[in-house]
């Protein structure tokens, strides 16, 4: 009995099961997409935005960086007493346009 149920809730239970990853929009190639900007002479590196941002941060630990293409922006992210900051710099200007505290 059970060999005979087992394809059948297979048939109908997969399906279900792998929907909810089919739904869910590819995550963008983040170091690709900053690679493509860099090179078509929209963005400054990440070496000179750090440079530029880096020395204003006094006595944060800085974490890394994200991109992100839409907004042509540079996430920074840092931490300072076990809270953590993230600024936020445009990739054409190097110039901050948000800092959390």
């Given at each position: 009995?059970m060999?005979?149920?087992?394809?059948i809730?297979?048939?109908v239970?997969?399906?279900q099961?792998?929907s909810?990853?089919?739904?869910?929009p590819?995550r963008?190639d983040?170091q690709?997409?900053?690679?493509?900007?860099?090179?078509?002479g929209?963005?400054?590196s990440?070496?000179?935005?750090?440079g530029?941002?880096?020395?204003?941060?006094?006595?944060?630990q800085?974490l890394g960086p994200e991109?992100?293409p839409a907004a042509?922006?540079y996430?920074?992210?840092?931490?300072?007493?076990?809270?953590?900051?993230f600024?936020?710099?445009?990739?054409?200007s190097?110039e901050?346009?948000h800092?959390?505290?």
């Amino acid at each position: 009995m059970m060999v005979r149920i087992l394809p059948i809730l297979l048939a109908v239970l997969l399906p279900q099961m792998a929907s909810p990853a089919l739904a869910k929009p590819p995550r963008g190639d983040e170091q690709g997409e900053v690679r493509r900007d860099l090179r078509a002479g929209n963005v400054r590196s990440l070496r000179d935005i750090e440079g530029h941002v880096l020395p204003q941060m006094q006595g944060m630990q800085y974490l890394g960086p994200e991109y992100d293409p839409a907004a042509m922006a540079y996430r920074l992210k840092f931490i300072q007493k076990g809270r953590v900051v993230f600024v936020d710099v445009d990739a054409r200007s190097g110039e901050i346009i948000h800092q959390s505290r």
